[in-house]
């Protein structure tokens, strides 16, 4: 930013009260060992500005699913990525959601959503299992962070409710460490159904069990009765690159 100090002594003063309290409220960070361009400080400082997160579990779920829409059908806007933005987001991170998801490599949350960097606090394991580092992680991004929704992920083709299930039916058995995904996801295998009916439905009935889990915390629940959070279950479809909603 270039100001001539002599005609614009006053404005300069004002433009640097201004850009102090965006740097105060994490809109504009300056460290040191970081130096940003003169055009660059001001296109940050706009950008910010601009782009207000979703601050209520509703605004957090239209901005998924606009951006989900945005995937399945090619309009991607890869938002939040250029220099810029990496640059504001030195000085701290707002990320609106939390996904726990599976570990997966065809269903990575900032994907499929259409999010950037500082969007999406992503939380994954295999058939999104819960353990103490999970639930710790949720539990950062929702009381340090102030997020205001968490989406428990499930998706097609999970590999993971595919293993306990075939080990349910007399397969192959899961060993080592492997064995605690089974365990917590075999309470949701449906046995009166078969093959990859079982599969299917366990997928869906797994996401429902881990979301019901983590709605019983009672802080969470207690932010969900003040409507502060929402704890949802969702499922991604590999055939279509949809995601649904799971009541």
Not at 115 to 121: E, P, R, S, Y
Not at 127 to 145: H, K, R
Request: charged fraction near 25%; hydrophobic fraction near 45%; proline fraction near 4%.
């Amino acid at each position: 930013m270039t100001i001539d100090a002599q005609r614009h002594g006053s404005g300069r003063a004002s433009g640097r009260r201004r850009f102090l309290r965006l740097a105060l409220t994490g809109a504009v960070a300056v460290t040191a060992g970081l130096a940003f361009g003169s055009g660059e400080v001001s296109i940050a400082t706009r950008r910010a500005v601009a782009h207000v997160r979703p601050a209520t579990p509703e605004a957090a779920l239209r901005e998924l699913a606009a951006g989900n829409r945005r995937w399945r059908t090619f309009h991607e806007r890869h938002p939040d990525q250029a220099r810029t933005d990496r640059q504001t987001l030195v000085g701290g991170q707002h990320p609106f959601a939390v996904v726990l998801g599976c570990v997966d490599s065809r269903v990575p949350p900032e994907l499929i959503f259409d999010q950037g960097l500082g969007d999406l606090l992503t939380v994954r394991s295999a058939g999104e299992v819960l353990d103490e580092a999970i639930l710790g992680s949720v539990m950062y991004g929702v009381l340090e962070l102030g997020i205001p929704l968490l989406v428990v992920l499930g998706h097609q083709s999970c590999g993971a409710v595919a293993a306990a299930v075939h080990e349910e039916e007399g397969g192959a058995e899961l060993t080592g460490h492997m064995r605690y995904l089974g365990d917590q996801i075999r309470p949701a295998i449906d046995r009166g159904l078969r093959r990859d009916a079982r599969v299917d439905a366990a997928v869906t009935a797994n996401v429902r069990l881990v979301r019901s889990r983590l709605a019983a915390e009672p802080v969470l629940a207690a932010k969900v009765a003040a409507r502060k959070l929402a704890v949802v279950g969702a499922r991604y479809e590999l055939s279509s690159q949809r995601v649904r909603r799971i009541r």
